[in-house]
C-alpha cells in the first residue's frame, strides 16, 4: 500500500529537502547524503499569514504550537530534546500558578509562511529513491520531500487587574483590543504604526520568535513589541530570503527499508571479507609459507569468491 506524505511542524530545527529522517526516532540524517542538484529543486513563493488566540490554561496549547502525538511521544521518550524548541521558554513560563489571579494575561501566535522548496517528481522517478535506500542503510525511514520557509512568533501580553474590573471582562477588552491592534501591525502594507490604545497601558509583553537571531523580547510595551515582530519578518526592510527558517516539512516514504538495511550490511560484510582475504594473501606472500602453485591456486579461490560474493 502506498503510504501517504506526512506533513510535520519543523519546531524550529534547521531542514532542508533531502534530508533524511527516521520516523521512529525522529532522527535526522543530514550530511552527505544522496546528491541533490538544484535543478531538481522546484522553489515557490507563497504569502500564508495564520493567527491564533492562546488561552492561558488552554491543555492543547503544545499541539496548537505543532507537537503532534508523534513529536510529543519522541519529546517524552528524549528523542527531542525539548530545550532546544523555539518556544520552549514560553511553555516554561507558568501562567496558571495562584499568584496569576490578579493578572491579565493574552497570548497571540503568528506563523508566516513565505516560500516552499520541493524535490521535483521527475528527480524521484529516475531510480533516485532507490539510492535513498541503498545510502540510508535502513537507518531512515523517509526523505524530506518538501520543506516550507517562514517565521513563528508568540507575543505574551500581561498587566495586573484592577480592582475595579473582573478578570473575565479585562480578559475581553485586552484581547479584542490586543488583535485589532496586532493584526493591524502585521500587515506589510503599514506605512507607520499607530499610538497604542489606552486598553494597553501598564500591558507588559514578551515576544518569541522562532528565527534564530531574533529568538525573544522581554519587559516591553504593545508598540515596542510590534516593531520588533516587523523588524524580526522584515516587515520595515529588505528581508533576505535566507533568513526564513523551516516551520514545516513533508515526508516521503522510503519503501523496503529492511531490504535496504540487509544489503548495506551485506555490502559491509564483503568489504570486510575482502580485506582480510587481502591481508591473509599479503601475510602469507610474506612469509613464503606456500609455493608458486600453491599461491596461484589461492589467487583462483579468491577470485572465484569474490564474484560469488559480490
Known amino acids: 500500500m502506498t503510504q501517504k506524505p506526512i506533513r510535520l511542524s519543523a519546531l524550529g530545527r534547521d531542514v532542508k529537502v533531502g534530508d533524511l529522517y527516521n520516523y521512529n526516532t525522529d532522527f535526522f540524517l543530514q ?3 544522496v546528491e541533490l542538484l538544484d535543478e531538481n529543486i522546484d522553489t515557490a513563493s507563497i504569502f500564508k499569514d495564520s493567527s491564533f488566540y492562546l488561552k492561558p490554561d488552554d491543555r492543547f496549547k503544545r499541539r496548537r504550537l505543532g507537537i503532534n502525538s508523534h513529536l510529543d511521544h519522541n519529546i517524552k521518550n528524549g528523542n527531542v530534546n525539548a530545550t532546544n524548541l523555539w518556544f520552549n521558554a514560553y511553555l516554561e513560563k507558568s501562567s496558571t500558578k495562584e499568584d496569576d489571579k490578579n493578572v491579565v494575561t493574552i497570548d497571540f501566535f503568528f506563523r508566516l509562511k513565505r516560500c516552499t522548496k520541493r524535490i521535483n517528481e521527475k528527480h524521484l522517478r529516475n531510480s533516485k529513491l532507490y539510492d535513498y535506500q541503498s545510502f540510508s542503510g535502513g537507518r531512515v525511514t523517509h526523505l524530506v520531500e518538501e520543506v516550507v520557509y517562514g517565521a513563528e512568533c508568540i507575543c505574551s501580553m500581561r498587566r495586573d487587574l484592577d480592582q475595579s474590573e473582573t478578570k473575565e471582562n479585562a480578559v475581553r477588552s485586552l484581547h479584542m483590543a490586543a488583535k485589532a491592534y496586532i493584526h493591524e501591525a502585521i500587515n506589510p502594507n503599514l506605512i507607520s504604526l499607530k499610538e497604542q490604545p489606552k ?6 509583553c514578551t515576544n518569541y520568535c522562532s528565527l534564530s537571531d531574533k529568538i525573544i523580547k522581554t519587559q516591553c510595551s504593545i508598540r515596542e513589541s510590534c516593531e520588533w515582530l516587523r523588524e524580526a519578518v522584515g516587515f520595515d526592510k529588505d528581508f533576505a530570503g535566507g533568513k526564513w527558517q523551516a516551520v514545516e516539512i513533508v515526508l516521503r516514504y522510503i519503501p523496503d527499508q529492511i531490504g535496504a538495511q540487509v544489503l548495506f550490511e551485506m555490502k559491509n560484510d564483503f568489504n570486510l571479507e575482502k580485506e582480510q582475504i587481502r591481508a591473509q594473501m ?23 569468491k569474490m564474484d560469488y560474493v559480490h
Open 31 to 33: 550530511k552527505n547524503t
Open 199 to 204: 486598553e494597553f497601558t501598564n500591558v507588559i
Open 282 to 304: 599479503f601475510d602469507l606472500s610474506e612469509s613464503k609459507a606456500l609455493e608458486p602453485i600453491a599461491n596461484e591456486e589461492f589467487a583462483q579461490v579468491f577470485l572465484l
